[in-house]
T-cell receptor, first 115, second 112 residues
Framework: DTAVSQTPKYLVTQMGNDKSIKCEQN?????MYWYKQDSKKFLKIMFS???????INETVPNRFSPKSPDKAHLNLHINSLELGDSAVYFC??????????????FGSGTQLSVL | DQQVKQNSPSLSVQEGRISILNCDYT??????FLWYKKYPAEGPTFLIS?????DKNEDGRFTVFLNKSAKHLSLHIVPSQPGDSAVYFC???????????FGKGTRLSVIA
């Protein structure tokens, strides 16, 4: 069983469209994250939810809206897509929130291409 | 502002030899460090970690060394195997305060 699964794996869309990426974890973790890996290859945190509550919101445009219906799911909705949104988006989960043994489990990523 | 730096984008090593991947950090408050390994089209997977109270942690063929005064850590893989070919990310955090901050990664190629 895949521990952290995200769909779709590839997403190609036109500028201005709205799209969603879904993420689910079956590890029983309380904390979930969205990371973005841009063209410069940095993995940067975007959001983090702990038990359905938003705890991290980095300086991300408000076109990006995370939604956590329950602690096993964290979806990412993106409005009015722009060329610069093209990147690989990774979902992750962890058992603790920034604990001394924080270890993230990542999904396989969603390659978003905005044309 | 890059708080975690991996200055070598790539590294090639012969099978059976030692691979040494380096990582530097700027935030002296970081007290927990991890290495992640990533294969193409997959997410990063946890490899090994070290707390700032230690200067070395070993797990099989993988050893991480931490030099706090130099703000430097390294990952040693001995002996290197072709299956170790992947991108390796260094990450750091301040326990209980910040989420993980990642470097850009180093692509390791182990040549048979």
């Amino acid at each position: 069983d895949t521990a952290v699964s995200q769909t779709p794996k590839y997403l190609v869309t036109q500028m201005g469209n709205d799209k969603s990426i879904k993420c689910e974890q079956n590890l029983g973790h309380d904390t979930m994250y969205w990371y973005k890996q841009d063209s410069k290859k940095f993995l940067k945190i975007m959001f983090s939810y702990n038990n359905k509550e938003l705890i991290i919101n980095e300086t991300v445009p408000n076109r990006f809206s995370p939604k956590s219906p329950d602690k096993a799911h964290l979806n990412l909705h993106i409005n009015s897509l722009e060329l610069g949104d093209s990147a690989v988006y990774f979902c992750a989960s962890s058992q603790v929130v920034w604990g001394t043994n924080e270890k993230l489990f990542f999904g396989s990523g969603t390659q978003l291409s905005v044309l | 502002d890059q708080q975690v730096k991996q200055n070598s984008p790539s590294l090639s090593v012969q099978e059976g030899r030692i691979s040494i991947l380096n990582c530097d950090y700027t935030n002296s408050m970081f007290d927990y460090f991890l290495w992640y390994k990533k294969y193409p089209a997959e997410g990063p997977t946890f490899l090994i970690s070290i707390s700032s109270i230690k200067d070395k942690n070993e797990d099989g063929r993988f050893t991480v060394f931490l030099n706090k005064s130099a703000k430097h850590l390294s990952l040693h893989i001995v002996p290197s195997q072709p299956g170790d070919s992947a991108v390796y990310f260094c990450a750091a955090s301040v326990s209980g305060n910040t989420p993980l901050v990642f470097g850009k990664g180093t692509r390791l190629s182990v040549i048979a």
